[in-house]
């Protein structure tokens, strides 16, 4: 975009991590480094990104120079914003706004006392005040909407002379900026597979001429940032190795545990059901450790509880008593562990109401039970 335009401003709607593990938080550091590296002009505060507090967020945004704004997240008590509620950009003679809002019905993660602290105002009263103000100062102003489609063409509606509203929060992609009211609405998704272009020729004296718009995917066509991708891939082997210390002790803990459910490997199951082994052998589930693995995903304990079987049990994936390849999705993911063999029907059965704990709505949008089933039928 900037060898392609002289005048880029570069916006960011919120929830960019989320989590409450010491894992999950030095994934949002490499968020907030990376997001850094791409210099920001604007990053709206979503709930999510208080997950671990004012300070790690406020910390991060100074060290990595990323411009936090939000109108409506205030201190209870003394009525202060948070962070600047907007921000203005020049661009030669153009001047651009840039302005936060989140969506007030929205719940702050409730982990450490100072939430409680802080308050959502109501959004669209927020902009009806504070829009007029900015306009007086500004040729284009951008509302960076952290409340989903719905409330954004809402606020599009009720609260006039907003030129562009990026939306946030919900998932749901728009393939061009769609009109309501005034403004132009951006809606460019979610997890990063998506970046929203607007191109816009702005005079100070005529304001918005012509626009024009798209998605770009984030696919294989984008090359990577070397700096940003040797990041992620150290943080994959960061959570690859907290994930071998953790079952080190889980290692000492089964030791003192013996004679509870175990998963017992395919190989096991192989012994009397060599047929159905073949069979499962050549499903996409037996490679599913795999397509982790192509895009440097195999730490990342968040894809790899889908992508294998057993995750988290000591006798499961990368657990210390895990007795042979518990990598992608293997008979006990679906049938549950060997240990609870039964030949009563309901060990057959119960692996029919497995399917919906990885294929969610959102990993897996197409998914419908009868025919995923025959898909596997063995
Ligand atoms: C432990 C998680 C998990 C469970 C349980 C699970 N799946 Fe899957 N499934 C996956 C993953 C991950 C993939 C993608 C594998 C890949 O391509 O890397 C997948 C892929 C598939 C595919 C292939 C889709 C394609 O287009 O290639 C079908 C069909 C499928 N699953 C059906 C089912 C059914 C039916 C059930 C329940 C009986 C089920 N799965 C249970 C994780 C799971
Ligand atoms: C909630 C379970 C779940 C989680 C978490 C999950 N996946 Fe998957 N993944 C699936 C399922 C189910 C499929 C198969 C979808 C289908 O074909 O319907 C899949 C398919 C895939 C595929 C192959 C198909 C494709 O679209 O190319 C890749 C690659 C993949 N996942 C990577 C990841 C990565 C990387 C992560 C972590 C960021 C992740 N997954 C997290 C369940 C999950
Ligand atoms: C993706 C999930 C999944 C995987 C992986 C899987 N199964 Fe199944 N399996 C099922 C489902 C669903 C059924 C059908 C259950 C029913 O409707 O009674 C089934 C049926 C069976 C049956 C027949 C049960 C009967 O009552 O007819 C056997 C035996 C079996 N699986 C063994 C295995 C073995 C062994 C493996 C590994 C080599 C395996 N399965 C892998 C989901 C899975
Ligand atoms: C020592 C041999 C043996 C091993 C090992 C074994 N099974 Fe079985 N399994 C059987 C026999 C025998 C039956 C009943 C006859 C049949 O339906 O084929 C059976 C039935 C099943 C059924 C249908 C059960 C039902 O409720 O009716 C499933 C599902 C199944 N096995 C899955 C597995 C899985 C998964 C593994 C690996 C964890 C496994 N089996 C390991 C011998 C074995």
């Given at each position: 975009?900037?060898?392609?335009?002289?005048?880029?401003?570069?916006?960011?709607?919120?929830?960019?991590?989320?989590?409450?593990?010491?894992?999950?938080?030095?994934?949002?550091?490499?968020?907030?480094?990376?997001?850094?590296?791409?210099?920001?002009?604007?990053?709206?505060?979503?709930?999510?990104?208080?997950?671990?507090?004012?300070?790690?967020?406020?910390?991060?945004?100074?060290?990595?120079?990323?411009?936090?704004?939000?109108?409506?997240?205030?201190?209870?008590?003394?009525?202060?914003?948070?962070?600047?509620?907007?921000?203005?950009?020049?661009?030669g003679k153009v001047k651009v706004a840039v302005i936060g809002l989140l969506d007030d019905v929205l719940v702050l993660p409730k982990a450490q006392a100072e939430y409680d602290s802080l308050v959502i105002l109501g959004a669209i009263e927020t902009a009806q005040q504070l829009?007029?103000?900015?306009?007086?100062?500004?040729?284009?102003?951008?509302?960076?909407?952290?409340?989903?489609?719905?409330?954004?063409?809402?606020?599009?509606?009720?609260?006039?002379?907003?030129?562009?509203?990026?939306?946030?929060?919900?998932?749901?992609?728009?393939?061009?900026?769609?009109?309501?009211?005034?403004?132009?609405?951006?809606?460019?998704?979610?997890?990063?597979?998506?970046?929203?272009?607007?191109?816009?020729?702005?005079?100070?004296?005529?304001?918005?001429?012509?626009?024009?718009?798209?998605?770009?995917?984030?696919?294989?066509?984008?090359?990577?940032?070397?700096?940003?991708?040797?990041?992620?891939?150290?943080?994959?082997?960061?959570?690859?190795?907290?994930?071998?210390?953790?079952?080190?002790?889980?290692?000492?803990?089964?030791?003192?545990?013996?004679?509870?459910?175990?998963?017992?490997?395919?190989?096991?199951?192989?012994?009397?059901?060599?047929?159905?082994?073949?069979?499962?052998?050549?499903?996409?589930?037996?490679?599913?450790?795999?397509?982790?693995?192509?895009?440097n995903s195999d730490g990342l304990s968040e894809c790899v509880i889908c992508h294998t079987t057993g995750m988290g049990n000591p006798s499961g994936f990368g657990g210390a008593s895990s007795p042979g390849d518990m990598k992608g999705v293997?008979?006990?993911?679906?049938?549950?562990?060997?240990?609870?063999?039964?030949?009563?029907?309901?060990?057959?059965?119960?692996?029919?109401?497995?399917?919906?704990?990885?294929?969610?709505?959102?990993?897996?949008?197409?998914?419908?039970?009868?025919?995923?089933?025959?898909?596997?039928?063995?």
């Amino acid at each position: 975009m900037r060898t392609n335009y002289e005048n880029v401003l570069l916006v960011d709607a919120g929830d960019a991590y989320q989590g409450r593990t010491e894992e999950q938080k030095r994934k949002s550091e490499v968020i907030l480094r990376s997001m850094g590296l791409m210099g920001y002009d604007a990053f709206c505060v979503g709930e999510s990104e208080l997950s671990f507090g004012t300070e790690f967020l406020l910390d991060a945004a100074r060290e990595e120079k990323l411009p936090l704004v939000c109108a409506n997240l205030v201190y209870n008590k003394s009525g202060k914003t948070l962070v600047q509620p907007y921000v203005i950009k020049k661009f030669g003679k153009v001047k651009v706004a840039v302005i936060g809002l989140l969506d007030d019905v929205l719940v702050l993660p409730k982990a450490q006392a100072e939430y409680d602290s802080l308050v959502i105002l109501g959004a669209i009263e927020t902009a009806q005040q504070l829009v007029p103000q900015v306009r007086k100062k500004a040729d284009v102003v951008v509302v960076l909407s952290h409340m989903g489609f719905a409330k954004s063409s809402k606020l599009a509606t009720d609260v006039p002379d907003i030129d562009v509203i990026v939306t946030g929060h919900n998932p749901g992609v728009s393939m061009e900026a769609r009109k309501e009211g005034d403004a132009l609405v951006m809606m460019s998704g979610t997890r990063g597979q998506y970046v929203g272009c607007l191109v816009l020729n702005v005079s100070p004296e005529a304001g918005i001429g012509s626009h024009d718009s798209k998605l770009v995917p984030l696919d294989g066509r984008i090359r990577k940032h070397d700096l940003v991708e040797s990041l992620s891939n150290e943080y994959n082997e960061l959570e690859k190795k907290l994930r071998a210390e953790k079952v080190s002790r889980q290692k000492e803990e089964s030791l003192a545990r013996t004679g509870s459910d175990q998963y017992l490997s395919a190989e096991t199951c192989k012994r009397c059901h060599e047929e159905v082994f073949q069979k499962v052998a050549r499903m996409t589930h037996a490679t599913a450790f795999q397509s982790l693995e192509k895009s440097n995903s195999d730490g990342l304990s968040e894809c790899v509880i889908c992508h294998t079987t057993g995750m988290g049990n000591p006798s499961g994936f990368g657990g210390a008593s895990s007795p042979g390849d518990m990598k992608g999705v293997q008979c006990e993911a679906c049938h549950g562990m060997g240990s609870r063999h039964t030949r009563d029907g309901t060990y057959g059965k119960a692996a029919q109401s497995s399917c919906v704990g990885c294929h969610t709505e959102d990993r897996s949008p197409e998914f419908s039970l009868q025919a995923y089933l025959k898909r596997i039928a063995h």
